[in-house]
């Protein structure tokens, strides 16, 4: 990557004051094999015996990273904690903190073509998997409804998530991201709702547009691709407040 684009990409990042909302996140921490996993979670306000609830796996941008437990809230986290949302959508919310120098995927980002997937998985994304099967196992989960968003860093996490597991995952909104352009072919049954700016120079759109194309020519016909013609790096504002996103969201299921 161009070494004046990662101090753009982190600026463009950078946490601010937590919004009102954050509270409702549970903090909570994972290990595994010596290694820690920061994260927060966010439960349905009110759980009902018997009942099983959609779950999204959020995953932040490169500004978010550390160990604090507290910054991967910064972006996105409030649009599951409107009272609107949490009454129309009850879910379980998942927001995993990448530690510093480390990627969700170990890959460059400011490259305007497709990079090739890492033969293994990076090691905050494998403990996110490990977390999350054990988060399943112990709360109502709809395995049905497992949905990942990612915004940059974390769109690429987004790809390369539902990329290796696809029969996992019933949905996928990474934004201004890019991705592994041969992996859409485990990706042609996948619901898809991609996001990028035009104007974007830290990740080009034309990682977003490739890889939707390939997905095209896959055969999935579930692909949405939403690009905003004067918006630069920060699509995810623009994203996260789609009237129809949620909707669309979680009304996949998978097969």
Request: glycine share 8%; charged share 20%.
């Amino acid at each position: 990557m161009a070494p004046y684009l990662l101090p753009l990409l982190l600026l463009l990042a950078l946490p601010g004051v937590l919004c009102a909302g954050a509270a409702d996140y549970q903090k909570a921490e994972f290990t595994a094999g010596g290694k820690t996993l920061h994260y927060r979670y966010l439960e349905p306000a009110k759980v009902e015996p018997g009942q099983k609830y959609p779950l999204i796996l959020f995953f932040h941008g490169a500004g978010e990273r550390g160990d604090d437990n507290t910054k991967q809230l910064v972006h996105g986290s409030t649009l599951f904690t409107k009272p609107e949302n949490r009454a129309k959508y009850p879910c379980y919310v998942l927001s995993p903190q990448c530690p510093a120098k480390y990627q969700w995927v170990e890959v460059p980002w400011g490259d305007k073509t497709p990079h090739q997937q890492p033969a293994e998985p990076s090691e905050p994304l494998r403990l996110t998997r490990q977390m999350l099967d054990k988060f399943i196992a112990e709360h109502p989960v709809d395995p049905r409804r497992i949905y990942v968003i990612g915004l940059s860093m974390g769109g690429f996490g987004t790809w390369d998530f539902a990329a290796r597991y696809p029969d996992l995952v019933a949905a996928a909104v990474p934004i201004c991201a890019g991705a592994d352009n041969t992996t859409a072919t485990r990706l042609k049954d996948l619901p898809v709702w991609a996001f990028h700016g035009a104007k974007d120079t830290v990740v080009w759109p034309e990682r977003s547009r490739s890889m939707v194309e390939a997905l095209r020519k896959a055969g999935n016909d579930k692909v949405r691709y939403t690009e905003y013609s004067r918006v630069g790096h920060d699509s995810w504002n623009r994203a996260f407040a789609e009237p129809e996103l949620l909707a669309w969201l979680f009304a996949q299921n998978h097969p």
